[in-house]
């Protein structure tokens, strides 16, 4: 399984053509990725069946200069600030083969529990919410849908997942820190409800974003019982990546609803 530790900042059509760029190779290519990324500036991201202006308020975004991005997993909106995003993308066996979505997405999870566990935040998998939730416009961290992960009975990571019959693809976020007002103005949400049912990592333990990225590392290496080996996009790759961000800059697919 390969490893992509970025420290440099991406922007938020990057950063989605990276994984989707990822997901197409794994079709053709029994591989694995763990990727750990951050956005260049304040993202709004919602999922491939919302639609655009139920899932953000794009006059507020735009007038703040913020990105606003359709993924192409499902799920519903987030704000992409303070945190740390991960991405799981394979066709390994260990991931994928008779995993189903459900079944994936609690593999994943488990492994995220543990790295919280490593750094001393008792996080656990939910049990979710009432599914009328999940038909709502609420934001992502509004609500927990099951096996995701929790604190005290508030959500601490959201994630999405895409999968077909070769390869799946789970990205999420880790809050670190949380602007309230932000998330709820640009995801057309409340203050008070974001702030009863999310809490960032920072809000129960200071912790610098490396520890944080080494504990992910350390966790997973454990799942799959072995180390990762770097990996590096060719210059055709970068251009491959490149032709797939015009999509995800384009009104075509960010209005695709």
């Known amino acids: 399984m390969f490893l992509i530790l970025e420290t440099k900042s991406n922007s938020a059509s990057k950063n989605m053509a990276i994984d989707e760029y990822l997901f197409n190779y794994c079709q053709t290519n029994k591989a694995g990725f763990l990727r750990i990324y951050s956005w ?22 735009k007038q703040n200069n913020y990105s606003y991005i359709r993924r192409i997993t499902g799920g519903k909106t987030v704000l992409h600030n303070d945190e740390i995003t ?20 609690m593999l994943i999870a488990k492994v995220l529990v543990e790295a919280l566990n490593l750094v001393g935040i008792d ?15 609420m934001p992502c961290f509004s609500f927990p849908t099951p096996n995701e992960i929790e604190y005290k009975g508030k959500k601490l990571i959201g994630s999405a997942q895409k999968r077909n019959n070769k390869a799946l693809l789970q990205h999420g976020s880790i809050p670190l820190s949380m602007d309230y007002s ?24 200071n912790l610098k974003k490396g520890v944080l990225i080494n ?31 015009k999509k995800y800059k384009s009104e075509e697919w960010n209005y695709l609803i």
């Open 40 to 61: 260049d500036k304040p993202s709004f991201s919602y999922g491939v069946s919302q639609k655009t202006q139920k899932a953000i308020n794009l006059d507020y975004i």
């Open 123 to 137: 996080a656990y998998l939910s049990k979710g919410s009432p599914p009328r939730l999940s038909k709502t416009n």
């Open 86 to 105: 991960y991405s799981v993308i394979s066709s390994e066996d260990i991931f994928y083969a008779d995993n189903d979505l459900y079944k994936s997405y």
């Open 215 to 245: 504990s992910i590392v350390i966790s997973f290496e454990k799942f799959i019982r072995g180390s990762f080996d770097e990996f590096q996009f060719s210059n055709s790759q970068i251009e491959e990546i490149s032709q797939i961000e």
């Open 182 to 205: 932000m998330y709820a103005d640009g995801a057309k949400s409340n203050i008070r409800l974001l702030e009863k049912t999310m809490i960032p990592l920072n809000d129960i333990k």
